[in-house]
């Protein structure tokens, strides 16, 4: 594969295409959206990220990243066919991949009901106590 230029290489004066987002890029290769930075890098493809700070105990900011546009185009048939090395769980276009993304929204939903759930149980809890505080003499 072709040897592309470091990400922080600076892009010359004539270059006005913007580089591409995470979601502009999951709609042109079939890479789950959370791999692409990955599949990227497997491709020589450019990219820039922005934020992950840390927030000491609190975790890391969300990170973005934004993908060269001309490495977009030139991997997207390679990536496509299967040249580049991409394990088949990161790609939508496998039956692996596909399990991974039903089974990751999937907990994603029920964690999300059981915290809506846990806190509506907490509200009504709540407003059962005072009511129940209010009414005894």
Known sequence: MPHTPDPETPEPEHEEE?????????????????????????????????????????????T????????VRRAAPAIAEGRVDI???????????????FWGALSARVAITLFIAALLCGLLLGLATVIFLLTVE
Do not use: I
């Open 18 to 62: 913007p580089w591409l987002g995470s979601d502009q890029v999951a709609k042109l290769w079939p890479v789950r959206k959370d791999w692409l930075p990955g599949a990227a890098r497997r491709a020589d493809v450019r990219v820039r990220s922005f934020g992950g700070a840390s927030r000491g105990t609190w975790g890391a900011e969300p």
């Open 64 to 71: 973005f990243y934004h993908f060269h546009p001309g490495d």
């Open 87 to 101: 394990p088949s769980d990161w790609r939508t276009d496998t039956p692996d991949g596909r399990r991974a993304e």
